[in-house]
C-alpha cells in the first residue's frame, strides 16, 4: 500500500488539513499484524460524505466512516477500514483542539476524561504526544510541521505538573486501606489500578516522554532510565496479592505505598 499516495487524497477532502502516520508504523517498531494507524487532522466543516466516498472507493462497497465525535469525545472518529488487504485506521484530530491542548500542556495543566476503551481515562496530553511521535504523510499548509516542531519539545511545566501528580498515589493507598475490612477487593483493585498509571505517567513526565497510550504503559515506562528497579514486574506482582483475605489486600497496598515512594524518589533524581 503507497501511503504518500493516499495521504494526499485524503488532505484534498474538504476540512482535511493534513495526514500523520502515528502507531507502531511511525515508530518503526511494527509487526507484520500492526494495523496502520492514519491521523485525519482536520477543521470543521468535514465533509465526511466525500470521505465516505473515497473510503469505499480504496477499502470497498463496505468500508465506511463515522461524523466527528461518533467515537466518544475524545478518540474522536474515523474509520477501521482493510485497503488491499491490510487493516488501516483513520482516526480524527480536530487540529485547533490538538492546538488547545497544547497550550494547556505548556502552562502544565492535563485532565483524564472518560472515553470507553481506557479504563483509566483518555489523557488529552496524549493530542500532542501523537503529533509529537508521528510521521507527517501530507501537510499542504505546513501548520502540521509548525505545532509539530513545537510539540516536539517537552515542557518542563509539565513535567513538575505530572510529577507532582503522584499526590494522588499517596491518597489511593489511603482510600484503599478503609476498604481491607470489608474484603472489597474490586474497590481495592481499581484504586491500585489508577496508582499505577499515576506513577506511570509521572515516570513518562520526569523522562520527557509523551505517553499516548495505556497499553503496554508500565513497560514503557519501565523501560525509561531512572525508572525504580523493577518497575514493572512490581507494578504487575502488586495485583497478585489481591486474591485472599485482609492480610493479603494489605500486602498489596504496602507494595503499592512502596512503589509510589519510589517512584517519587526516581522522578526527582530525573529531574534534578
Known amino acids: 500500500m503507497e501511503l504518500t499516495g493516499l495521504a494526499e487524497q485524503l488532505a484534498a477532502v474538504p476540512g482535511v488539513i493534513g495526514v500523520v502516520l502515528g502507531g507502531s508504523r511511525a515508530r518503526r517498531d511494527h509487526t507484520p499484524e500492526s ?46 477500514l482493510r485497503i488491499a488487504g491490510e487493516p ?22 492535563y485532565s483524564f476524561h472518560h472515553q470507553a476503551g481506557h479504563p483509566l481515562g483518555f489523557v488529552d496530553i496524549a493530542y500532542p504526544g501523537e503529533l509529537a511521535l508521528g510521521q507527517i504523510l501530507a501537510d499542504p499548509t505546513g501548520e502540521l510541521a509548525a505545532l509539530q516542531e513545537q ?23 489511603a482510600v484503599a486501606r478503609k476498604a481491607v475490612t470489608r474484603r472489597d477487593r474490586t474497590y481495592v483493585a481499581g484504586c ?13 513526565g520526569a523522562g520527557q516522554r509523551w505517553l499516548i497510550n495505556e497499553k503496554g504503559a508500565v513497560a514503557a515506562a519501565a523501560a525509561i532510565p531512572g525508572a525504580p528497579a523493577g518497575f514493572r514486574e512490581r507494578a504487575e506482582a502488586v495485583f497478585g496479592h489481591l486474591e485472599g483475605g485482609p492480610e493479603r489486600l494489605t500486602s498489596a497496598i504496602d507494595a503499592a505505598a512502596d512503589l509510589v515512594l519510589d517512584t517519587a524518589d526516581a522522578c526527582a533524581k530525573m529531574i534534578r
Do not use: N
Not at 510539540?151 to 493507598?173: C, I, K, M, Q, S
Not at 496508582?195 to 515516570?203: D, E, Q
Open 151 to 173: 510539540v516536539r519539545v517537552y515542557p518542563r511545566t509539565l513535567t513538575e505538573a505530572l510529577v507532582g501528580g503522584l499526590w494522588e498515589g499517596d491518597f489511593l493507598v
Open 88 to 109: 488501516v485506521d483513520w482516526i480524527y484530530r480536530d487540529l485547533d483542539r490538538v492546538a488547545a491542548v497544547w497550550e494547556s500542556a505548556r502552562q502544565g495543566r
Open 35 to 80: 494495523d496502520t494507524d492514519l491521523g485525519l487532522y482536520y477543521r470543521r466543516p468535514l465533509d465526511t460524505e466525500v470521505l465516505d466516498a473515497l473510503a469505499k472507493r480504496v477499502g470497498g462497497p463496505s468500508a465506511a466512516v463515522t461524523e466527528p465525535g461518533g467515537w466518544g469525545p475524545w478518540v474522536d472518529g474515523g474509520g477501521w
Open 192 to 204: 491500585l489500578f489508577r496508582l499505577v498509571g499515576v506513577c506511570v505517567h509521572a515516570l513518562h
